[in-house]
Each structure stands twice: as C-alpha cells, then as structure tokens.
C-alpha cells in the first residue's frame, strides 16, 4: 500500500477483550463556581495551580469490540490505516513530511477543504506520573508525562481565540512562523465551518501500545451541562478547556493495541458540532511491568470546510 493512504481498521494483531475495568482521574469543579486552573508554563510555581482531581473507577470498552465503528460525526472519534515511512526521531521530517501527510489524511477522512497542521507532541511514558497532566517540551523534543486526567482540549469559546492566535506569533514553540495571516484567521472564524482534529498515533515500529493507552468519551452519549471550564496557565496567554463530571450514561472507549500504521483522529472542537471529545491516558490493569514504555504522537489540525459541503466536520 503506497504511504499516506487510507483504509479501514477492522482490529489489531492483539487479543480484543470487550472492555477493561480503569481507574480514571476527573477534575472536580471549584466550590466557589471559579474555573480551576492548570499550571502550564513550566515553571514550578504550585501557587498557579488550583485543580482537585477525583479518581473514578470506569469500564472502558474496546472500541474494536463494538459492532459499529465508532466515526468522528457520531461519536468524535474514528480509527482508520495510515502508513508512512517518516523518521519520527528527526524533526525535520515529522514538520517537513508528516504534518503534510496529516494534512492530506484529514481532508480525506473528513470531507474538509484545507487542513492546517499547527502543533505537535511527542511522548515517551514509562508511567503514568500522577493526574496532573503537565508536560512542557522544547521544539523538537518529547516529554515522559501522559495527560492522565480527563479533558477536552477547547471549549466553545476557546476554538475560535485558538484559530485566532494561529495568526500571531507564540512564546510556547508551537510553531516558527504563524500559520495563518490576520485576515485568513478571521475568515476562517467569520464565514466558515471548522474544526480542530487531533491525530495520535503510535510511534514503535516494534510494539503495539501496551501502556497508557488513550480513552475517549463517547460524544453521543454527552450533553453541553456535562462540561465545565478549565484555565491553562501559560507564560504569554491564559487557554481554556473542558472538564467534565463523571456519569453512569457516559460510554468510554479506547483501541487495543494500537500499532504503528494505525491512526486515531478525534474532533476537540466543532463550529458547528457538538463533538468536544473528552480524552485522557489511563493506567490500562492488563499492563505488565516488562511492557515497553509508550511512542506516541499527537498532532493538532485545524480543518476547514468548504464554504458550501457536506463534510464530515
């Protein structure tokens, strides 16, 4: 199969099971109706941060179980084969060759116009290190830390300041040069249907993910009272995003051993979508302690719609 093509995932080369029993951490909501807030600049000032985690005992199903795949409209999330032959180790090609194959994988996938690569990380996990979520890396660099801790990386308000602050420069290594001008940012904003799409992957050519794997809430069985705002504190701005409070009718679900050429795409922000999916890292019990630690890169992509489609956005 030539690289940057795509085609359904029907499982992987592990064992399914129907779902795992995981203990997962969610952000309590501030007592005084203040937004809790996240300490983001990487400098050790616990003055910053005031969030409380609970950790909630959670069934996760394995997604590849489920008689319907899950897709990125109904649910936020879809699976789908993607190969490529970048060395993930050498920035230049994951900035070079692979945001252009992101690119290209988004448009087909999702029925959008242009895709817009602007951030990328990668980590390398050994252990979960607790529920705060930080993880601050230099450009061209990984961090050990997953974000163990339930969230959603935009809120309503927050997709849009995103697309905008694409067209200014940034303290936080996001990117060199802005990747939007002044006036693409606000018609964008203004005029168009857009999203924001992470695509996380594994980056091990020799082991499936058997540590920390990704979970997601299901997106059909949410509704817009089950979120709440929280602040992240960086050094040149104050983002936003979603925490939400633990439910019995909400349905959890990851993929199993994920490999190498396989490629989760997840909606974090809609215009004209109700698919923020609330995510998290979590301590999979089947993990063994001579499991290899977690490869992984999660690349964040702006879609845009046509100004007249039918996309899957």
Avoid at 53 to 79: I, K, M, Q, Y
Avoid at 163 to 174: D, L
Avoid at 272 to 277: G, Y
């Amino acid at each position: 199969r030539p690289q940057g093509t795509v085609s359904t995932v029907s499982g992987s080369s592990c064992q399914v099971m129907s779902s795992v029993s995981a203990r997962l951490n969610f952000v309590r909501r501030g007592v005084d109706g203040a937004p809790p807030r996240i300490n983001k600049t990487g400098r050790d000032d616990p003055t910053i941060e005031t969030l409380t985690v609970d950790t909630v005992p959670t069934t996760v199903e394995d997604c590849r179980s489920w008689p319907s795949a899950p897709t990125v409209e109904v649910n936020g999330f879809t699976l789908t084969h993607h190969d490529t032959g970048v060395d993930f180790e050498d920035l230049s090609q994951v900035e070079g060759t692979y945001y252009g194959e992101v690119e290209a994988l988004c448009c087909q996938v999702l029925g959008c116009e242009r895709a817009i690569v602007f951030d990328h990380t990668i980590r390398k996990v050994a252990a979960s290190q607790g529920p705060s979520g930080v993880g601050v890396a230099a450009r061209g660099s990984s961090v050990t830390a997953p974000v163990n801790r339930v969230h959603g990386d935009y809120t309503a308000e927050g997709g849009p300041k995103r697309v905008r602050a694409m067209s200014q420069p940034t303290a936080s290594g996001s990117w060199v040069e802005p990747p939007l001008t002044e006036a693409e940012a606000e018609e964008i904003v203004g005029g168009r249907r857009f999203a924001i799409v992470n695509v996380w992957r594994s980056i091990s050519r020799t082991a499936p993910v058997a540590r920390m794997p990704l979970a997601m809430l299901d997106c059909s069985t949410t509704c817009p009272e089950d979120f709440f705002k929280v602040e992240l504190i960086f050094e040149d701005r104050v983002g936003e995003n979603y925490a939400v409070e633990p439910k019995s009718s909400h349905r959890w679900g990851f993929f199993s051993g994920m490999e190498f050429n396989e490629a989760l795409l997840f909606q974090t922000f809609g215009s004209d979508s109700p698919n923020f999916t609330m995510h998290t890292a979590f301590d999979d019990p089947r993990t063994r302690p001579e499991d290899p630690r977690r490869e992984s890169i999660e690349v964040r992509v702006l879609c845009i719609s046509p100004a007249e489609s039918t996309s899957r956005l």
